[in-house]
């Protein structure tokens, strides 16, 4: 059985995918509402959008919407690597420089140079090997073991 044939059919219409993607974006925010300082949620809520109009067209091989990935990939490293705040607005953010037409820049003008060094390293590590999702969160969580500890 080839691959393909192997991913489930995915056939939710508009409306159902747009209460999808709320659905997921408000599961995040619970699971970082514990780190959450004055200001954070806007930060993310920033994140999500910019992430999310930069990949409105882009579809996973199953057919859902590929915002669905960046967001996925922030509620793993919360709740399951302990990470915070900055490193929910990298997940976030991780596939939009490299298949966007998001820039480093536009990073940086948003969310300063820390941030825009995690999304740049995030960018570097998916481009040294073909990674599916559950490989990316791993890179992820040893890129984020990696960097100076430093308060979230």
């Known amino acids: 059985m080839d691959t393909v044939s192997q991913i489930p059919k995915y056939h939710l219409n508009e409306e159902e995918e747009k209460k999808l993607i709320l659905r997921e974006y ?8 514990s780190k959450l ?7 993310i809520r920033t994140a ?3 992430a999310a109009e930069a990949h409105k067209t882009m579809r996973r091989k199953s057919g859902e919407p590929y915002i669905l990935h960046p967001i ?3 509620k793993i490293s919360v709740e399951e690597i302990g990470l915070g705040v900055r490193s929910t607005i990298a997940a976030l953010l991780h596939d939009t420089v490299e298949d966007t037409d998001i820039t480093p820049d536009d990073v940086k003008r948003e969310f300063g140079s820390e941030i825009t060094k995690i999304v740049d ?3 570097k590590i998916s481009n040294v090997m073909d990674v599916n999702a559950s490989q990316q969160a791993e890179n992820f969580k040893k890129y984020c073991l ?3 500890m430093t308060q979230e």
């Open 146 to 148: 990696h960097l100076p």
């Open 121 to 123: 390293g995030l960018t």
């Open 37 to 43: 300082k004055p200001g954070d949620k806007n930060l």
């Open 72 to 74: 996925a990939v922030a």
């Open 26 to 33: 408000r599961s995040l925010l619970k699971v970082v509402k």
């Open 48 to 50: 999500f959008e910019m």
